[in-house]
T-cell receptor
């Protein structure tokens, strides 16, 4: 299996622009998670899906952030408009069940100028 | 939410040495995982261990759920073990919301 796939790996954008991060979970996994990692806040869960349905989005920082999972093999995290404080590494992870080993993708390093 | 504390925050070892990393959590958990983040940023799952003991090569982990801690043992350390080790857990009854500790940064030198 190819593991969790994320794109792009690096994104540099200017403040105010829309940013879309993409994730393909491991085939057969029913749960998908979006995390953000920063020096100040460490690793924090933004949102997770179970069977394509958002279960907990309490970690989404504000309305500028939105996430979708239109099918079992694809999810997006969108930031509109982006701000410099959104600069971070965004990870996607998947697991077979919602209480199970989580496998992380390589991450997307986002820089907002 | 649950609090996850890791110790020590930093650790420097000479190649071949053994080490023990500790993770304390503030509540009962139904999900406890250890991860290694290598110097290139990749997060690798080491163990899913809500209770009991598991071993994988030179690594082993023990979780004592009743006493709210978990230990990660690294034996015969190698330079490739360098990186940050994270413990993450979910409070029982809160589904899959993993809370990560702040990590132990390990450097293994020749």
């Amino acid at each position: 299996d190819a593991g969790v796939i994320q794109s792009p790996r690096h994104e540099v954008t200017e403040m105010g622009q829309e940013v879309t991060l993409r994730c393909k979970p491991i085939s057969g996994h029913n749960s998908l998670f979006w995390y953000r990692q920063t020096m100040m806040r460490g690793l924090e869960l933004l949102i997770y899906f179970n069977n394509n349905v958002p279960i907990d989005d309490s970690g989404m920082p504000e309305d500028r952030f939105s996430a979708k999972m239109p099918n079992a093999s694809f999810s997006t995290l969108k930031i509109q408009p982006s701000e410099p404080r959104d600069s971070a590494v965004y990870f996607c992870a998947s697991s077979i069940g919602d209480v199970d080993t989580q496998y992380f993708g390589p991450g997307t390093r986002l820089t907002v100028l | 939410g649950i609090q996850v504390e890791q110790s020590p925050p930093d650790l420097i070892l000479q190649e071949g040495a053994n080490s023990t990393l500790r993770c304390n959590f503030s509540d009962s958990v139904n999900n406890l995982q250890w991860f290694h983040q290598n110097p290139w940023g990749q997060l690798i799952n080491l163990f899913y261990i809500p209770s009991g003991t598991k071993q994988n090569g030179r690594l082993s982990a023990t979780t004592v759920a009743t006493e709210r801690y978990s230990l990660l043992y690294i034996s015969s350390s190698q330079t490739t073990d360098s990186g940050v080790y994270f413990c993450a857990s979910t409070r029982t009854g809160t589904a899959s919301k993993l809370t990560f500790g702040t990590g132990t940064r390990l450097q293994v030198t020749l």
